[in-house]
């Protein structure tokens, strides 16, 4: 099929929610993809931070294999192994207690949140339900979480809205102190604004605020969603901000290309959502979650997480030093560039030159798979230099 047909059919019958750009992918292998007229690109994106193996990676296709083989669904009312063994693994690297598998980012905030007021419930009773977010904040976009994200683009059209979310400017500790109220009884944050520009908060200031939810019973609520699973350096980015969280969220980069989420909690909140309170038909299937496994058993390790923070510095020294940058920031291979052209138009001139790179705000982002070979890496970045060249 050719691509003008492909996009007219895409007209036809899909509800037009996504700016595409003009390319059709078909397949792909490592950090290259090639779309329907066999183009090539290097992949700087993975999806949005998804294909955390790069594409069709061969021990997780022999995983997720011969999990299909096995058993490809079963109802959460019966026990069965992949999710067991994904658990395990995310408590024990992460210092969490317990686990609750969804779908999707949206969802395992949507899990946060009502695992969040129902301790508060518990423990002290109606009232206390209220959830600072931060602004400029993305956190999904079910009705709730669009209402948990701090930006008022957000919320619109859909009204009404969830109640019971506050926004406090980041980094800006007074301005969380004057927000907290009787009502409150957690702080939702990322560590790095994803969607928002690639904004990571100060460490003083996420420590900080730790130490104000402690003092007051406030659960600090990390969403990792974008951040977790080696995307930093680190298998969570909280690790290096050396915090606590007491409920932490993943989905992106956990399942290799699979839907997948996950709300992990410590243990004072173990028992909180108990049976008939939350749960979800899909959650934890075991093909995703034997994706997941063989993610983590790549992931989950010294060796190579230190890998993804020296590919990380590699690229954002390199990027520092091409015309057109104003500034290169994140952890990692979350990478946030701060241009002086147009980023649209710098992240449509390296599709074009056979660069897939992503957006966030007025910036250009990158989320290379974390297993990026250098010499990826050198072919992606003289693309975008070229492209820089040409935009300044
Ligand atoms: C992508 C993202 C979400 C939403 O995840 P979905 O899987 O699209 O629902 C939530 N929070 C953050 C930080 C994200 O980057």
Redesign the pocket.
Known sequence: MDFERIKSLDEQYIMPTYARYDVALLRGSGSVVWDVDDKQYIDFGSG?GVNSLGYCESGWIEAITKQAQLLQHSSNIYYTLPQLRVAQRLCRSAGMDKVLFCN????A?ECAIKLARKYSFDKYGKGRYEIITLYNS????TITTLSATGQDVFHNYFFPFTEGFVYAKANDLEDLKAKLSDKTCGVFI?LIQ??GGVVPLDKDYVKALEDVCRQKDILLII?E??TGIGRTGSLFAFQQYGVKPDIVTS??GLGGGLPI?ACLCAEKLAETLNAGTHGTTYGGNPIACAGAEYVLSVVDNEQFLKSVSQKGEYIKSKISKFDGVKEVRGLGLMIGIVLKANSKEVSQKCLENGLLTLTAKDNLRLLPPLNITYEEIDKGLSILEAALKQMT
């Open positions: 949005i999707s980012g949206a969802e905030n993305f956190h999904g976009r990322e994803g969607e969403d969603v974008q989905a992106k989420g």
